[in-house]
């Protein structure tokens, strides 16, 4: 792999801190842990710098030496073993990261640890490459089979084994807040991570490299700043643009475009204007797409709109006021139960149902108030879960809540989101709505020395991988077909997550 002058100066500098962590990757080597400070480092750049590449290349290197990736799954009890973990806030963030081949799971995910069923520790040690075939189970060989190409194909041990015709509650007893420390970590999206966060991996990793983009938005409550705007200066590397399909992308020159601290919205959306006659990436759209919104959510800054739109969306689907019809997104919004199912908050954080998290309505449970669910770019199978979902309506003081269990997981509409809850995720096509970025610039809001507008126009257009659609106007299209789940990609049988009748 051929780096730019930028890359190879960070990944010396990254080499340089994984050798005092005993991890030597120019000598093929990796010894015991090293027995000075815990190291810190960040890797920062603009979309399309770099971070990525540079990412899954040490990613690569550190398989090869024969380190052992962390996913939260299952784990060897190997405690001799040289580890590390690829870490995004998000579901879709880890995501984006495994469709490039890198071994990367969510904080929550190794946060917390899953507790197996004893029959089932050798099936795992098997699946993960550190034990014989067993023998003498209650699976048949085709399962086996079936099991063992499950995880050839996604490495994930529930997947495989929820592949063979086990559930949940056959071969994990529950989950635990992880105690012992881990090795190398390697957090993505970094811009996400509030103080929390942050402390708790510090606490977790000896070695610790960040990779974050300082364009993008804070965490909300967090001052408008970043955890690695508190680090040392020696400690941030920055990268310069613009590696990601060369210079031939013209959403990542309207991006950089944002950095001109002169640059007004009327001139910006000028420049949209002018890609889209160029160029058919950029589309400038009167209506937005309401068929496009069922996979991929309206990006929008103020609540009012996300509320707007979203009863659009409906309307055009022929959705009925008071309930779902499968296909619809939804959009979790936190968990509610009590302080004694502190086991069952672990066990659906672990399966990525965390404040964010993106889930397709598959339909009613066999339980009243539950609700099964597809999760985009989770490793898991689809879910059955207790479930609240809250349908706002503009101008009513309460949502409709279809379906109401006593206590659950909490689900807002998904058709249309916050700028803000969409950083980390990223789509195909992207639709923004432009005239809430307008909104924005005549508030005149400065954050971290950088006009509000722009933060929001950066991180909303960099959600696009192939396709940008700046729609001008509060019009939506009437779908060619019903909405329907034919177009998932379905993984595993469902497994239902059931509430806890005792702590």
């Keep these: ?59 690569k290197q550190l398989v090869a030496i024969g380190l052992k990736p962390v996913t939260g799954d299952f784990e060897t ?15 879709k963030a880890a995501g984006v990261l495994r469709n490039r081949g890198v071994p990367a799971t969510t904080i929550h995910r190794v946060l917390y640890t899953p507790l197996y069923h004893p029959d089932y520790e050798a099936l795992a040690e098997w699946l993960v490459g550190e034990g014989e075939r067993p023998e003498g189970t209650e699976l048949t060989p085709e399962a086996l089979d ?15 084994l929820a592949s063979a015709g086990l559930r949940g509650s056959d071969f994990i007893r529950g989950w635990k807040r992880r105690e012992d420390p881990l090795d190398i970590g390697l957090i993505d999206e970094a811009s996400m991570l509030d103080a929390t966060q942050y402390a708790d991996l510090s606490q977790l990793f000896s070695t610790l490299v960040l990779f974050g983009d300082p364009a993008q938005l804070a965490p909300v409550g967090g001052g408008g700043a970043m955890v690695f705007d508190a680090m040392p200066e020696e400690s941030r590397l920055t990268l310069s643009r613009v590696h990601r399909q060369a210079e031939d992308n013209p959403i990542l020159d309207l991006a950089h475009a944002l950095g001109d601290p002169d ?8 420049m949209i204007h002018a890609a889209a006659r160029r160029d058919d ?33 409906r309307a055009v689907h022929g959705a009925p006021a008071d309930d779902l019809i499968p296909g619809e997104p939804l959009i979790c919004d936190g968990i509610e139960l009590p302080l004694k199912h502190r086991r069952k908050r ?44 809250q ?27 916050t700028i803000h809850k969409a950083q980390g995720s990223q789509w195909s096509d992207v639709q923004v709505f432009a005239p809430d970025l307008y909104a924005a610039s005549r508030t005149g809001r400065v954050e971290s020395g950088v006009a509000l507008w722009k933060r929001l126009a950066y991180v909303a257009i960099t959600r696009a991988e192939h396709r940008l659609v700046w729609v001008t106007r509060y019009m939506l299209s009437r779908p060619s077909a019903p909405l329907g789940v034919d177009d998932l990609e379905r993984r595993a049988p469902i497994l239902a997550l059931e509430a806890e009748t005792e702590d």
Excluded: C
């Design 1 to 59: 792999m051929e780096f730019s002058a930028d890359q190879e100066r960070a990944r010396e500098r990254i080499l340089a801190v994984l050798a005092q962590a005993g991890v030597d990757l120019d000598a093929g080597a990796a010894g015991p842990a090293g027995e000075g400070p815990s190291e810190r480092l960040a890797v920062l750049g603009k979309a399309g710098s770099g971070k990525t590449l540079l990412l899954s290349e040490i990613v």
């Design 77 to 91: 009890r190997d405690t001799k073993a040289r580890t590390f973990a690829v870490l995004a806030p998000t579901n």
């Design 146 to 160: 079936r099991a063992k190409a499950f995880y050839a194909r996604h490495p994930s041990v529930p997947g495989a």
């Design 263 to 270: 640059l007004e919205f009327p001139a910006f959306e000028d």
């Design 281 to 313: 990436r950029v589309v400038v759209a009167q209506r937005a797409d309401a068929a496009a919104m069922a996979r991929a959510p309206m990006l929008v800054w103020r609540n009012a709109t996300r509320v707007r739109l979203i009863q659009g969306f």
């Design 346 to 389: 672990m066990d659906l954080e672990a399966r990525g149902l965390i404040k964010g998290a993106q889930a397709i309505y598959l339909g009613p449970g066999r339980k009243p108030g539950f609700s099964r669910l597809h999760l985009p770019g989770s490793e898991e199978g689809d879910l059955s879960v207790a479930s609240i979902i």
């Design 391 to 417: 349908i706002e309506v503009p101008g009513a003081e309460e949502p409709v809540i279809p379906t109401a269990a006593s206590m659950g997981v909490v689900f807002l509409h998904g058709a249309a989101v």
